[in-house]
Structure formats: structure tokens, C-alpha cells
């Protein structure tokens, strides 16, 4: 695990996530001192990759919806319908 000043971290903050989401660790020092670390998350994906939703198109078509258009249902109720 790496120490670093913490004037360095302030202006290497990026730098310094990039390198945590790649798994490594730092501990950040105030006037000599170990005051902070920065370490990965549990879990958390390597880089800045995401997981991507899956493709749904093919499911979406595959839905058939019978009857009339839910618009169609309600406009119909509203009109039918005393207040």
C-alpha cells in the first residue's frame, strides 16, 4: 500500500481513483501522519467497465397484445363514467 501526501492526492485525485478501480490501494498522510485510506470497494468491477442490460428487442416482439389500446380503454371509461 502506497503513502502518499495529502497536497499529492488532492492534485492526483484522479489518478489515484483510476489506480483503486484497478484494485490497488493508498494511504493518504497529513504532516507525516496516516490519516485516510483509499481502497477498493468490495465487489466493485475492475476499470470502468459496466455491466450492460441484456438486449430485450427480440422479448418486446415477441409480446402480442390483444383487445383495445389501454388509450382507447380509458378514453371509453371517461366517457361512460358519471363524476
Do not use: H
Not at 492526483?12 to 490497488?24: I, K, N, Y
Not at 490519516?35 to 402480442?64: E, N
Amino acid at each position: 500500500m502506497s503513502v502518499i501526501d495529502a497536497r499529492d492526492a488532492s492534485v492526483q485525485m484522479d489518478a489515484l481513483l483510476d489506480a483503486v478501480g484497478r484494485g490497488e490501494s493508498f494511504e493518504i498522510a497529513r504532516d507525516g501522519k496516516k490519516v485516510a485510506q483509499i481502497i477498493p470497494l468490495r465487489g466493485a468491477s475492475r476499470g470502468r467497465a459496466t455491466k450492460r442490460m441484456p438486449d430485450l428487442s427480440a422479448f418486446r416482439a415477441s409480446l402480442k397484445v390483444s383487445g383495445a389500446s389501454l388509450s382507447d380503454s380509458l378514453l371509453e371509461l371517461r366517457e361512460n363514467t358519471r363524476y
